[in-house]
């Protein structure tokens, strides 16, 4: 163990004590001349303290390098190659890695969630041989390499407490110090190109790479040059599987490659354990969906069980995309077999090896726990995008092939080629199982939203691509397949395993026990995608009918549009909620395209998912009726059908009428929430209390209220007085003084008894006179009758009054002729 007492490297101290509390150059500078000018004896002690000053892994805060930007100029730059892969400080940590006896302690508290509680339980993970160390009945030690340790701060750095609550938004990734180091540390340790990989330093006992050769592996005598190589136990069954196991004689040049390769493995599995195994998918899941009730009867077994959730923040989905683009860059750029005859066996690279095992061996489970996880937790909002984008990028390797030429990629527009069948096949539960988890989502989702229309159309954009849909077709259908094949290979015949086998293997990796599989192109999948196309359906309804809107006002013409001033009043800038006319047309877009991918990718026609909508119960037969007929129908005579169907059926959901209004019945419920059925949306409260519209000035609806509720509290007994009597005044007063809603009415949806007798009682509104178009109109007449007839300000009162008049003493002498008319 490195020393622990600074007193034991006092000169060494006082210099790193002095240059820790400068700015940011200088304190680098220094570290770096430190460094360089020290022992290696009295800096390997140091190295904790340093760590913990830059990453903050304890009480030390750490360097900001989530906030320090190219725009802080020198400071970026200074600080980037200090902590770059080719820096002063890991060239350091290079150094010290060579000690194998040189071991330093990380905070076991800071592991991921579901490593700790492993570990305590009694399980050891395979990563974790040989670096516990356990003292009593305490919690065991954690003891790290130095470049182990390094990386170890690195990751545990974004996802730290203090990291995930700042809640930042790093929109270009280049920009700032941490994504840009894990960049360079990403074409450092993980280069495209064999011939660039690093010259790392080796030590007399080769390091071995951990997945290259388990920890149990044994040698032959130092004469005989040979090795065998064995698997971990979870990548034992897959290897068996999906390829043949290679011996063959090692060179001393792939000895010293595979040394180097540990570096880049060590890399990959301490970004992978930090960032995505903070949830464990099939302990979780299990405990809550089937025995979260018999755990809290058993509080000991629950507390070591569930764990918390660890939700990522956006920037940790943000790293994790950008690790899986180079990782499919890695894994793309691996260099093909060469086989001289059908009797030797090719000679593969560590490298090439290492690049071919890295996602089934290494990375699968950990990726699917981590999507899984965040398709299950993460918030129904717009920035689910970014996990949905993090999904799509793993299951579109061929989009990855060339980072240098980007112009030649694949476009989500290019036939996917035959080429890509085996990572489909080998990850299929990542299209299966997560698609029908994102279906899930998609029926919760507000698709009337711009954010949401574009996820669910960048899905069936993607999963619609040419040559896609036959490739999930024919995967799941190998599924079902039993027994074993015979085929050729390499000029011999053998007996392989079915691929029904490699698929039930990976389910059995990835899922929980008690995991039910629902096929991608089965019944059930079917009928929840006829139930998220009625919805897209009723959604793409709505906003076309927002659009056509105005268009209906356009139309009016002669002596209406004369008048019709309140088109200068009304906010055309908005058609639905915050949304433009252009917003709203660019959403009906997304819709209609997600439709038609959708059902190239089920086999769908167009107009099949508003074939058959649920109706009320009596409306059921009459449908199911139809069914039978329409197998024979073409497109045509289908849409006609459901048109002159659906036509027949009344607008409104099903219910009945109670004495506070009606009450939708189960059918009325599924029809309403499912956009089938509406209601005609009205007012039902108090009109004198409706929002102030644009039309209206706010100041004078105000007064006008106050002294309206004046008058209707000083003279309500008065106004009912009047409003009673059947003569002539009375009838006039009902008019003058009439009440929101008619007693007699019933209301057309739910309200309150005493509101309902409130809204029938007679009253004063004023209202009216707030109006732009009520004042131009006063106005207006007010000149004319100036101009025209020479009236004064006194005058033109008495006119308003006499038109008052005889307005009333129409209305009342028609009033009872109307009802009449009304009722009959």
Same mark, same amino acid.
């Given at each position: 163990?490195?020393?622990s007492?600074?007193a034991?490297?006092?000169?060494v101290?006082a210099?790193?004590?002095?240059?820790?509390?400068?700015?940011?150059v200088?304190?680098?500078l220094?570290?770096?001349s430190?460094l360089?000018?020290?022992?290696?004896k009295? +800096?390997?002690?140091?190295?904790?303290?340093?760590?913990?000053?830059?990453?903050g892994?304890?009480p030390?805060?750490?360097?900001?390098?989530?906030?320090?930007?190219?725009?802080?100029?020198v400071e970026?730059?200074?600080?980037?190659?200090?902590?770059g892969?080719?820096?002063?400080?890991?060239?350091?940590?290079y150094?010290?890695?060579? $000690?194998?006896?040189?071991?330093?302690?990380?905070?076991?508290?800071?592991?991921?969630?579901?490593?700790?509680?492993?570990?305590?339980?009694?399980?050891?993970?395979?990563?974790?041989?040989?670096?516990?160390?356990?003292?009593?009945?305490?919690?065991?030690?954690?003891?790290l390499?130095?470049f182990?340790?390094?990386?170890?701060?690195?990751?545990?750095?974004?996802?730290?407490?203090s990291?995930?609550?700042?809640?930042?938004?790093?929109?270009?990734?280049?920009?700032?110090?941490?994504?840009f180091?894990?960049?360079?540390?990403?074409?450092?340790?993980?280069? +495209?190109?064999?011939?660039? =990989?690093?010259?790392?330093?080796?030590?007399?006992?080769?390091?071995?790479?951990?997945?290259?050769?388990?920890p149990?592996?044994?040698?032959?005598?130092?004469?005989?040059?040979?090795?065998?190589?064995s698997r971990s136990?979870?990548g034992?069954?897959?290897?068996?599987?999906?390829?043949?196991?290679?011996?063959?004689?090692q060179?001393?040049?792939?000895?010293?490659?595979?040394a180097?390769?540990?570096?880049s493995?060590?890399?990959?599995?301490?970004?992978a354990?930090f960032? +995505?195994?903070?949830?464990?998918?099939?302990?979780?899941?299990?405990?809550?969906?089937h025995?979260?009730?018999w755990?809290?009867?058993?509080?000991?077994?629950?507390?070591?069980?569930?764990f918390?959730?660890?939700?990522?923040?956006n920037?940790?989905?943000?790293?994790?995309?950008l690790?899986?683009?180079?990782?499919?860059?890695?894994?793309?750029?691996?260099e093909?077999?060469?086989?001289?005859?059908?009797?030797?066996?090719?000679?593969?690279?560590?490298?090439?090896?290492?690049?071919?095992?890295?996602?089934?061996?290494?990375?699968?489970?950990?990726?699917?726990?981590? =999507?899984?996880?965040?398709?299950?937790?993460?918030?129904?909002?717009s920035?689910?995008?970014?996990?949905?984008?993090?999904?799509?990028?793993?299951?579109?390797?061929?989009?990855?092939?060339?980072p240098e030429?980007?112009?030649?990629?694949?476009?989500?527009?290019?036939?996917?080629?035959?080429?890509?069948?085996?990572?489909?096949?080998d990850?299929?539960?990542?299209?299966?199982?997560?698609?029908?988890?994102?279906?899930?989502r998609?029926?919760r989702?507000?698709?009337?939203?711009?954010?949401?229309?574009?996820?669910?159309?960048?899905?069936?954009?993607?999963?619609?691509?040419?040559?896609?849909?036959?490739?999930?077709?024919?995967?799941?259908?190998?599924?079902?397949?039993?027994?074993?094949?015979?085929?050729?290979?390499?000029?011999?015949?053998c007996?392989?395993?079915?691929?029904?086998?490699?698929?039930?293997?990976?389910?059995?990796?990835?899922?929980?026990?008690?995991?039910?599989?629902?096929?991608?192109?089965?019944?059930?999948?079917?009928?929840?995608?006829?139930?998220?196309?009625r919805?897209?359906?009723?959604?793409?309804?709505a =906003?076309?009918?927002?659009?056509?809107?105005?268009?209906?006002?356009?139309?009016?013409?002669?002596?209406?549009?004369?008048?019709?001033?309140?088109?200068?009043?009304? $906010?055309?800038?908005?058609?639905?909620?915050?949304?433009?006319?252009?917003?709203?047309?660019?959403?009906?877009?997304?819709?209609?395209?997600?439709?038609?991918?959708?059902?190239?990718?089920?086999?769908?026609?167009?107009?099949?998912?508003?074939?058959?909508?649920?109706?009320?119960?009596? $409306?059921?037969?009459?449908?199911?009726?139809?069914?039978s007929?329409?197998?024979?129908?073409?497109?045509?005579?289908?849409?006609?059908?459901?048109?002159?169907?659906?036509?027949?059926?009344p607008?409104?959901?099903?219910?009945?009428?109670?004495?506070?209004?009606?009450?939708?019945?189960?059918?009325?419920?599924?029809?309403?929430?499912?956009?089938?059925?509406?209601?005609?949306l009205?007012y039902?409260?108090?009109?004198?209390?409706?929002?102030?519209?644009?039309?209206?000035?706010?100041?004078?609806?105000?007064?006008?209220?106050?002294?309206?509720?004046?008058l209707?509290?000083?003279?309500?007994?008065?106004?009912?007085r009047?409003?009673?009597?059947?003569?002539?005044?009375?009838?006039?007063?009902?008019?003058?003084?009439?009440?929101p809603?008619?007693p007699s009415?019933?209301?057309?949806?739910?309200?309150?008894?005493?509101?309902?007798?409130?809204?029938?009682?007679?009253?004063?509104?004023?209202?009216?006179?707030?109006?732009?178009?009520?004042l131009?109109?006063?106005?207006?007449?007010?000149?004319?009758?100036?101009?025209?007839?020479?009236?004064?300000?006194?005058?033109?009162?008495?006119?308003?009054?006499?038109?008052?008049?005889?307005?009333?003493?129409?209305?009342?002498?028609t009033?009872?002729?109307?009802?009449?008319?009304?009722?009959?």
């Amino acid at each position: 163990m490195a020393a622990s007492n600074p007193a034991a490297i006092s000169p060494v101290w006082a210099k790193y004590q002095a240059c820790i509390s400068k700015p940011f150059v200088p304190r680098c500078l220094e570290l770096e001349s430190i460094l360089a000018n020290s022992s290696q004896k009295d +800096l390997s002690s140091l190295l904790p303290y340093i760590l913990e000053n830059i990453f903050g892994c304890g009480p030390e805060p750490g360097w900001p390098l989530d906030t320090l930007s190219k725009s802080h100029g020198v400071e970026f730059d200074v600080v980037t190659k200090f902590l770059g892969p080719e820096g002063p400080l890991l060239n350091f940590v290079y150094k010290l890695q060579l $000690d194998t006896y040189l071991t330093y302690e990380f905070p076991f508290a800071s592991l991921p969630g579901p490593t700790r509680h492993m570990i305590e339980d009694g399980s050891l993970p395979m990563f974790y041989v040989n670096k516990l160390q356990y003292q009593g009945y305490s919690k065991p030690v954690l003891t790290l390499g130095a470049f182990e340790f390094y990386m170890f701060h690195f990751c545990h750095m974004l996802v730290c407490p203090s990291w995930q609550s700042k809640q930042l938004n790093w929109n270009n990734m280049a920009d700032v110090v941490y994504p840009f180091l894990l960049d360079k540390y990403l074409h450092y340790f993980l280069p +495209l190109n064999k011939k660039s =990989l690093p010259k790392f330093p080796l030590s007399p006992a080769s390091v071995r790479s951990s997945m290259m050769q388990s920890p149990t592996s044994t040698k032959h005598s130092p004469g005989s040059g040979t090795q065998t190589r064995s698997r971990s136990r979870l990548g034992l069954l897959k290897a068996n599987l999906l390829s043949p196991q290679k011996s063959h004689i090692q060179s001393p040049s792939a000895e010293k490659l595979e040394a180097e390769i540990w570096w880049s493995e060590t890399f990959v599995q301490i970004v992978a354990e930090f960032w +995505l195994h903070q949830n464990t998918h099939d302990v979780e899941r299990g405990i809550t969906t089937h025995s979260l009730s018999w755990h809290r009867h058993n509080s000991s077994l629950s507390e070591s069980l569930m764990f918390e959730s660890f939700m990522p923040s956006n920037n940790h989905v943000r790293l994790v995309r950008l690790l899986l683009k180079h990782l499919h860059y890695f894994v793309n750029s691996v260099e093909p077999e060469i086989v001289a005859s059908p009797y030797s066996t090719a000679e593969t690279a560590p490298l090439d090896e290492f690049k071919r095992s890295l996602l089934p061996m290494l990375l699968q489970k950990k990726i699917y726990c981590y =999507l899984r996880h965040g398709f299950e937790r993460w918030p129904l909002d717009s920035s689910f995008r970014l996990m949905l984008e993090t999904w799509l990028t793993f299951i579109q390797p061929w989009r990855y092939k060339d980072p240098e030429n980007i112009s030649q990629q694949h476009k989500e527009t290019e036939r996917v080629d035959d080429v890509w069948f085996p990572f489909i096949r080998d990850n299929f539960l990542f299209y299966s199982a997560m698609f029908e988890e994102f279906v899930q989502r998609a029926k919760r989702m507000h698709l009337t939203s711009l954010q949401h229309a574009y996820i669910i159309f960048r899905v069936a954009k993607v999963f619609s691509l040419p040559g896609f849909p036959q490739m999930l077709r024919e995967v799941e259908r190998l599924m079902y397949n039993s027994g074993y094949r015979q085929h050729q290979d390499l000029g011999g015949s053998c007996i392989a395993p079915d691929l029904t086998a490699i698929l039930r293997v990976q389910i059995s990796d990835l899922e929980r026990p008690d995991f039910q599989y629902i096929n991608l192109f089965g019944r059930q999948t079917d009928a929840e995608m006829q139930h998220l196309l009625r919805q897209i359906h009723a959604a793409k309804s709505a =906003l076309e009918a927002t659009v056509q809107e105005p268009e209906k006002k356009s139309e009016k013409s002669g002596f209406a549009a004369f008048f019709d001033m309140s088109s200068y009043f009304e $906010d055309n800038s908005k058609a639905y909620g915050d949304m433009s006319v252009v917003e709203v047309k660019k959403v009906i877009n997304h819709l209609e395209q997600t439709v038609t991918h959708f059902c190239q990718l089920f086999g769908m026609k167009p107009n099949e998912q508003a074939m058959f909508i649920p109706q009320s119960p009596g $409306d059921t037969s009459r449908i199911s009726g139809q069914r039978s007929m329409i197998g024979n129908m073409s497109l045509g005579d289908q849409t006609s059908l459901m048109n002159t169907s659906m036509a027949s059926l009344p607008s409104t959901p099903d219910h009945k009428m109670t004495s506070h209004g009606p009450e939708l019945t189960e059918a009325g419920r599924f029809q309403l929430m499912n956009g089938l059925k509406k209601f005609d949306l009205t007012y039902q409260g108090d009109p004198d209390l409706q929002p102030i519209r644009s039309f209206e000035n706010k100041t004078l609806v105000r007064v006008l209220h106050k002294l309206s509720d004046c008058l209707n509290k000083m003279f309500h007994t008065e106004m009912e007085r009047l409003c009673s009597r059947p003569d002539l005044i009375g009838k006039m007063s009902q008019v003058y003084l009439s009440a929101p809603i008619s007693p007699s009415k019933v209301p057309s949806s739910p309200i309150q008894r005493e509101v309902f007798e409130q809204l029938t009682r007679p009253r004063i509104s004023l209202r009216f006179l707030g109006s732009y178009q009520t004042l131009i109109y006063l106005i207006i007449v007010y000149f004319a009758l100036k101009y025209l007839a020479g009236f004064g300000p006194i005058g033109y009162l008495m006119f308003l009054v006499l038109c008052t008049i005889v307005y009333g003493l129409f209305r009342a002498l028609t009033l009872n002729k109307l009802k009449d008319i009304k009722s009959n």
